[in-house]
């Protein structure tokens, strides 16, 4: 069977590596999408089209993606406070909807598809001190040819877990209060979601973003609101995790919390660990000098 020269095939993957406007991908686009054109392929291989894979056949390196967080986008705990409460001031309704989802990413570290699915049966929510978060499911947003319901939002097994496994994540008394405050004020969805639109639906990406992005208008100055930071509503959980982490926490537990490994936190999160350097000297000379 004839397969396509090096030429045609490096120009396939060179096609992957800008976007429709003709500029250049991000490099986790990219990464991602040769990843879906080499089992295209491989699955070609299988249906006996093609003899081999041709692209085991090219020397093309994608471009490396950058893993580690830009401490420039990380919001400090005052920071934090002053954009949650700014977004209540979005719009009618959509924003005092969406604060305590904002507050889920930010004191929980949830990531946004976890707190879309959020349920009432989820949470513990004493009247005073800790409660805590038992994650099921996540609402990832998709379209509506890959989802089984042939709806946008679609629950599904959270990220990096087995199906039915859950996560356990306690939350701090200031986000025990938002979410009482919320479930008062709107109740939950027939289903027992506490996060979804007057009409009962789920917000896009692109609904929350913009509530997000006015936030920020809000709360910040304009140099802030030109600068990285809190740039997407998922920084409050880059932000969050930081906190932890250069509050002592441990590693693994933090991982524990955020639904990820030791080995990708420390990697992604290297860089967010302000002041630690001292004290890890310290600890050092201290056993040295024992």
């Given at each position: 069977?004839?397969?396509?020269?090096?030429?045609?095939?490096?120009?396939?993957?060179?096609?992957?590596?800008v976007t429709f406007?003709?500029e250049e991908a991000?490099?986790?686009?990219?990464?991602?999408?040769?990843?879906?054109?080499?089992?295209?392929?491989?699955?070609?291989?299988?249906?006996?089209?093609?003899?081999?894979?041709?692209?085991?056949?090219?020397?093309?390196?994608?471009?490396?993606?950058?893993?580690?967080?830009?401490?420039?986008?990380?919001?400090?705990?005052?920071?934090?406070?002053?954009?949650?409460?700014?977004?209540?001031?979005?719009?009618?309704?959509?924003?005092?909807?969406?604060?305590?989802?904002?507050?889920?990413?930010?004191?929980?570290?949830?990531?946004?598809?976890?707190?879309?699915?959020?349920?009432?049966?989820?949470?513990?929510?004493?009247?005073?001190?800790?409660?805590?978060?038992?994650?099921?499911?996540?609402?990832?947003?998709?379209?509506?040819?890959?989802?089984?319901?042939?709806?946008?939002?679609?629950?599904?097994?959270l990220k990096h877990?087995?199906?039915?496994?859950?996560?356990?994540?306690?939350?701090?008394?200031?986000?025990?209060?938002?979410?009482?405050?919320?479930?008062?004020?709107?109740?939950?969805?027939?289903?027992?979601?506490?996060?979804?639109?007057?009409?009962?639906?789920?917000?896009?990406?692109?609904?929350?973003?913009?509530?997000?992005?006015?936030?920020?208008?809000?709360?910040?100055?304009?140099?802030?609101?030109?600068?990285?930071?809190?740039?997407?509503?998922?920084?409050?959980?880059?932000?969050?995790?930081?906190?932890?982490?250069?509050?002592?926490?441990?590693?693994?537990?933090?991982?524990?919390?955020?639904?990820?490994?030791?080995?990708?936190?420390?990697?992604?999160?290297?860089?967010?660990?302000?002041?630690?350097?001292?004290?890890?000297?310290?600890?050092?000379?201290?056993?040295?000098?024992?």
């Open positions: 069977m004839n397969v396509a020269g090096p030429g045609v095939r490096a120009r396939a993957l060179d096609a992957i590596s406007a003709g991000a490099a986790n686009t990219v990464r991602r999408k040769r990843a879906i054109f080499h089992h295209l392929l491989e699955r070609a291989v299988e249906q006996k089209v093609f003899a081999f894979n041709p692209l085991g056949t090219i020397k093309w390196k994608p471009p490396k993606a950058v893993t580690a967080v830009d401490p420039r986008t990380v919001v400090n705990p005052t920071q934090a406070k002053e954009l949650l409460n700014a977004v209540p001031r979005v719009g009618r309704t959509r924003g005092v909807r969406l604060k305590a989802m904002f507050a889920c990413i930010y004191y929980a570290g949830l990531r946004p598809e976890e707190a879309a699915d959020l349920r009432v049966k989820n949470c513990t929510l004493p009247e005073s001190g800790w409660g805590l978060i038992v994650l099921e499911k996540a609402r990832p947003q998709g379209t509506k040819r890959w989802t089984n319901s042939g709806e946008t939002h679609e629950s599904r097994s877990r087995a199906k039915k496994e859950t996560r356990e994540i306690p939350i701090p008394p200031a986000l025990v209060a938002i979410l009482r405050d919320h479930i008062k004020a709107y109740g939950t969805a027939e289903d027992g979601r506490l996060f979804r639109t007057s009409r009962g639906g789920s917000y896009s990406s692109s609904a929350y973003s913009y509530v997000w992005q006015e936030a920020r208008a809000l709360a910040f100055t304009e140099a802030q609101v030109n600068s990285p930071l809190a740039a997407r509503p998922y920084d409050l959980r880059h932000a969050a995790l930081s906190l932890w982490l250069n509050a002592g926490v441990p590693a693994a537990e933090v991982a524990l919390r955020a639904g990820n490994s030791v080995e990708i936190l420390n990697r992604v999160y290297a860089k967010c660990l302000d002041g630690q350097r001292e004290t890890i000297n310290g600890k050092i000379n201290n056993a040295l000098e024992e």
